[in-house]
């Protein structure tokens, strides 16, 4: 039987080992303007496969803003469930602030 009244069951420590496997990546953030949101340029660099020349691709992401970072910061976002129609990622950590 449960001993637990609320019927549900306490986090165990796989839980928090898959809340620690989410993605995370680093990005300057670029505006500010939104209350709660802030966007986030990820740029990542590859080789190309077939000419093996350095390619540089970047992204925009919107990500919820709760740390107060600002425009020209560099920040670290983890992936997380879908807060609005476009955000689905959080600022978990402001690395470096704007100078």
Do not use: F
């Not at 350095?54 to 803003?65: G, M, Y």
């Not at 020209?72 to 990622?89: F, L, S």
């Amino acid at each position: 039987m449960n001993d637990n009244p609320q019927g549900t069951t306490p986090a165990s420590p796989e839980d928090a080992s898959a809340r620690a496997s989410r993605k995370t990546r680093t990005g300057l953030v670029t505006s500010d303007k939104m209350q709660k949101t802030v966007t986030v340029e990820i740029v990542r660099r590859y080789a190309h496969p077939v000419y093996s020349k350095q390619v540089t691709r970047t992204k925009k992401i919107k990500a919820r803003n709760d740390l107060g970072a600002r425009a020209g910061d560099t920040v670290r976002i983890m992936e997380t469930r879908p807060i609005a129609k476009t955000v689905c990622w959080r600022v978990s950590e402001i690395v470096e602030r704007a100078k």
